[in-house]
């Protein structure tokens, strides 16, 4: 029983084709973990709570970061300029150096545990996460299986953090 798996775009969409036993089924390709950080950006970059400059900071605002992966060919210039394997993909900054860590997959995504290549340990997701925690940060995993899932809760997971720790610290930043 062998069974294959390829994902092609066929009418311009992610197709997934399986073969097994002689017989090739044809399924939706689940999407793609940078479409959903990019929506998640694009409406967080929407709301009136984010900061773009140093004079839109009051309490309850935020702004955030991500790095960009580019692939093997990159890998090298990523580790010596401080880019770590397993780090999240987005940082929500909010004011009194409060951060939260956001780690997005899709509905088949789960997080990548440490690797073994060429003899060498390759940092995972797991143990990444982990240690952030142990440091005293909040590290989330947003799981969805489309775009605009994936946007609506991470506008629900800022907005609610926010809420939590808007314990008048901005009153505390100022004295």
Known sequence: MTRTQQTVKIGGKRTRLITKDGKITIEAAPVLEWELQAEAVR???ALPECATKASDVKPGTFT????????????????????????????IYASSG?????????????????????GKKRGGQVERHALLRALGYRVEVIKAATPDECATASVALVRGWLAANDNGSMEKMAA
Do not use: C, H, Q, W
């Open 43 to 45: 409406r967080l970059r």
């Open 64 to 91: 955030f970061a991500a790095d960009f992966a580019a692939g093997k060919r990159d890998a090298t210039k990523a580790k010596a300029t401080g880019v770590m394997a397993g780090d999240p993909d987005l940082r």
């Open 98 to 118: 409060r951060l939260l860590l956001i780690e997005y997959k899709n509905a088949e995504g789960s997080l990548s545990k440490d690797k073994i290549i060429k």
